[in-house]
């Protein structure tokens, strides 16, 4: 009997990441709702959220990719026998839900007339019916969902990707690095970021990396993030006009993602004593519990905070910093619970639907 490839603690921290790299996408657009009241935040407020939500949360998708690199390539070997299955059971656990969800509120649009600071009918009728859907010429109409189109566009390139990893491993990298740091984003359905980290994280996998293996440099990684999101937020905040505006925030989010995963190794997440379920703090067992939901949270939460925003702006304060703050934890709180509502239903009440929009999750 052969061993796992990934071993039961590092599984629970996988699980336990997602959780929480999702919740942290649902935080960064928080600040979006806190807008739709306000022309501009508070300045203590302005700088919180500046850090937060444009630095600190900002290293989710792109730890996401690198994993979902990882994890691919850990059993893929590039070959073409497995590929069309590979295609089919992606499409139907990421695809299918990507194009549901938008179709869905596509619809609704259509229907109701629009979707607070999302769109409405004349938005529809200028990027088309089909190009929101599918992220043509843009981003989806659900736009924090470009994600899994990305993510489902890398599947379809998984045998190109994983022969330049075995030819070319670092020319690659390099090249992937470039193109994210260098190249113009227009036109191309694509982010270069997405493509760098889950190409990162294929090369990881196909050098049987130590994953932890700066484990003993994790206060020296820690400080670097922090003076990385320092200096850009800084820059930001400021609004300096510099060239090294976008170089200090790619650096701040690729520092970030290291050092985001170093510290989820300081944390046991339990797997290999035995001891999964007992003696875990309160908090680690939340996360584990909203593991099974947490894709449709996902899945959910703009439409979901774009309504609850739009209804509660009454509630925001124009000048008081705290005050704005409060609302953004508001707003992130009442779109998980919101969310979190509805997966809770469907999964008890219709099951069928539930599985079918998640992608059988």
């Not at 990027?127 to 043509?136: E, H, K, P, Q």
């Not at 113009?184 to 932890?212: C, H, M, N, V, W």
């Not at 290999?272 to 379920?277: I, P, Q, S, V």
Request: net charge positive.
């Amino acid at each position: 009997m052969t061993a796992p490839l990934v071993d039961a603690a590092t599984s629970r921290r996988l699980t336990a990441l997602r959780s929480l790299l999702m919740l942290a996408v649902v935080c960064i657009h928080t600040e979006k709702g806190l807008l739709f009241a306000l022309a501009a935040e508070a300045p203590l407020a302005k700088a919180v959220l500046n850090v937060f939500c444009r630095h600190v949360f900002q290293t989710a998708v792109p730890l996401y990719f690198a994993m979902s690199g990882y994890l691919l390539f850990l059993r893929y070997d590039g070959g073409l026998g497995g590929y069309p299955g590979l295609i089919v059971k992606r499409f139907r656990t990421i695809m299918l839900p990507f194009l549901l969800a938008n179709l869905f509120w596509v619809v609704f649009i259509l229907v109701e007339g629009g979707i607070p600071g999302i769109g409405g009918t004349t938005y529809v009728k200028e990027r088309g019916f089909v190009g929101l859907i599918f992220g043509l010429n843009g981003l989806p109409l659900i736009y924090p969902l470009w994600f899994l189109r990305d993510l489902f566009i890398l599947f379809l390139l998984a045998p190109g990707i994983s022969f330049v990893i075995r030819r070319l491993p670092y020319l690659g990298l390099a090249g992937f690095w470039l193109c994210w740091n260098f190249m113009l984003q227009e036109g191309i359905p694509l982010e270069f970021s997405g493509a760098f980290f889950f190409y990162l994280g294929g090369l990881l996998a196909e050098k049987r990396t130590d994953l932890d293996g700066l484990r003993p440099y994790i206060w020296p990684v820690c400080l670097g993030w922090i003076g990385l999101v320092a200096v850009s937020s800084t820059i930001q905040i400021s609004g300096t006009e510099t060239i090294w505006r976008y170089p200090a925030w790619r650096a701040s989010v690729l520092v970030g993602a290291v050092a985001v995963w170093l510290l989820s190794g300081k944390v046991h997440w339990g797997g290999n004593d035995g001891k999964d379920e007992r003696g875990e703090t309160n908090w680690k067992r939340a996360i584990f519990l909203l593991s099974p939901y947490i894709f449709f949270i996902y899945l959910l939460h703009e439409p979901a905070l774009s309504f609850i925003a739009s209804w509660t702006s009454w509630m925001v304060s124009p000048d008081s910093s705290p005050a704005q703050l409060g609302y953004v934890l508001f707003l992130a709180v009442a779109t998980m619970a919101a969310t979190l509502g509805v997966a809770w239903m469907l999964k008890r009440f219709a099951p069928p639907v539930y599985s079918l929009l998640t992608g059988g999750r």
